[in-house]
């Protein structure tokens, strides 16, 4: 069971992702989450000590929730081409139950590098997400589904294409439900990474 | 007058690198003080190979150097033979080096079913089964002398060695190569930009080194007291393990980025884990020459 301090840390967390989310990252004060709360400033203080600190764990947060999500996958003893379908699907949706947490990963996080500068160096915050995409790459290539070649080349068509089409999404461009774009993403996903 | 034990060195399929790397053993006066070869392939000895095959010689410890096949003959008699003979008369028998343990190089060759003593790379081979209390594996290429020596006085002393599953003493083969190595904070911090002989650099990533999944002294015992391969700027080739020799020793097979072989007993998730966090840091320190000028 989380104890109290963990379980409001989560609340805080939660809470700032609706903010960042609807009103944008640097017109959220520290005071209008601890507003939205019903918790005093000072009380805030005691669980983050500054904005730049509560934007570094929140991205913690996002890539503990998608990397226990991507690692329930890849523990799955099923095919890469349908361990890369349910990881398309698991993306959208979450950007669909929880579209927070991927804008403030497509708009905050990446976009906003000197704000995680310092805490976030690398790949830092994001190491669990990145560790089971790492493992699905892997486990693919040694099991001869996948082509062996650099990671990044790879990663990036990924999580690239996964994360354009999330935010055409989100600027109201695509004409369909990003569910509908699934069995054509997997296919192409697979057919760029397939070592066929 | 001392009693010496008396030692049978029998060469199989092999290279006499065991041989080799015996003759640097730094004390060898004292050895030959307290051991006798009765027959040694190369050493001046009491019996010819001749005298050892055609009669019942006292023997108290058999070593065996080289990969075994019934094929292969010694003084016209195959090895298999001999080793079942002496194999019954002596205390204890000790495979010298990874061709004789696990058919090595040898083995490779594909020559008629060779193999080491009780090992076939990994499998167990039955033809000697019950010699397997009697045995123990000294698995390397070449064998450290100091292994071998250090070995053969415990036996002389009656200490028993614990050992591994594929019988080799503990006290030589549970730690890695990579334990004791100085390119450790390296490895630590990912930092593989080696060039081959130099000081700096870990070669785990990119330049083929066993190390972290090689059980072995070779960072602990030196070799002749003053270095080891790693140490020098040569890749662990792995020599101690079943799988000796693997293919393409000096680079690292990678899937994606992730090596194929991990640090033993390191599951993959938590290799990356720490990788991931090591990788995010550069230390300048670590990035520069050991020695400037």
């Known amino acids: 069971m989380l104890d109290k301090k963990q379980l409001k840390k989560e609340q805080i967390i939660e809470c700032a992702l609706e903010l960042f989310a609807s009103r944008g990252f640097y017109s959220t004060t520290i005071p209008d989450i601890a507003k939205s709360l019903k918790m005093s400033v000072g009380n805030m203080y005691n669980y983050f000590k500054s904005k730049d600190i509560l934007a570094s764990e929140i991205i913690k947060y996002i890539s503990v929730y998608l990397g226990k999500k991507l690692r329930e996958i890849n523990e799955e003893d099923i095919s890469t081409k349908e361990k890369t379908r349910k990881i398309v699907e698991m993306y959208f949706k979450t950007a669909s139950v929880k579209p927070e947490m991927i804008d403030y990963f497509l708009r905050i996080y990446l976009s906003n590098r000197e704000v995680f500068r310092d805490t976030c160096e690398g790949m830092l915050c994001v190491n669990e997400f990145v560790t089971e995409i790492m493992i699905y790459f892997e486990e693919g290539v040694r099991c001869g589904d996948l082509r062996e070649q650099d990671f990044f080349s790879a990663f990036g068509l990924f999580m690239g294409y996964l994360g354009g089409m999330v935010f055409l999404k989100g600027e109201d461009i695509l004409p369909k439900d990003l569910n509908e774009y699934v069995e054509d993403i997997t296919y192409n996903i697979y057919k760029a990474l397939s070592s066929q | 007058m001392k009693t010496k034990m008396k030692v049978l ?30 027959y040694h392939p190369v050493i001046d000895s009491k019996y010819l190979l001749q005298d050892i095959v055609s009669q019942d010689i006292e023997c108290d410890v058999l070593l065996i150097e080289g990969a075994i096949s019934k094929e292969f003959k010694r003084a016209d008699l195959s090895i298999v033979d001999i080793i079942q003979r002496y194999s019954k008369r002596v205390k204890k028998i000790v495979t010298v080096g990874t061709c004789a343990t696990f058919g090595g190089i040898f083995r490779e060759s594909g020559y008629e ?130 799988s000796f020799p693997r293919q393409n020793l000096f680079s690292t097979k990678k899937n994606m980025a992730i090596p194929e072989h991990l640090p033993v007993g390191v599951n993959k998730r938590v290799y990356l884990t720490l990788a991931g966090i090591t990788k995010a840091f550069k230390i300048d320190r670590l990035e520069k020459k050991l020695f400037d000028d």
């Not at chain 2, 060195?9 to 009765?38: K, P, R, V």
């Not at chain 2, 030589?172 to 700096?200: I, P, S, W």
Request: hydrophobic fraction near 30%.
């Open chain 2, 9 to 38: 060195w029998l060469s199989a399929i092999s290279c006499n690198g065991n041989t080799h790397s015996f003759f640097n053993y730094s004390q060898m006066e004292q050895f030959l003080e307290d051991f006798e070869f009765i």
């Open chain 2, 113 to 242: 079913k060779t193999s080491g003593l009780h090992f076939d790379q990994e499998k167990r081979v039955d033809t000697f089964k019950s010699l397997l209390d009697k045995t123990i594996s000294l698995s390397g290429c070449p064998v450290h002398p100091e292994v071998l020596v250090n070995t053969l006085y415990a036996i002389k002393k009656d200490i028993t060695l614990k050992v591994d599953e594929f019988l080799r003493p503990k006290e030589f083969y549970a730690y890695t190569v990579h334990n004791g190595c100085t390119r450790n904070e390296y490895f630590e911090y990912k930092v593989d930009n080696h060039n081959f002989g130099e000081l700096e650099g870990c070669m785990f990533y990119d330049h083929g080194c066993q190390a972290p999944f090689t059980h072995g002294s070779c960072n602990k015992i030196l070799w002749n007291e003053v270095n080891s391969k790693t140490r020098a700027g040569l890749p662990c080739m792995g020599c101690t393990e079943p």
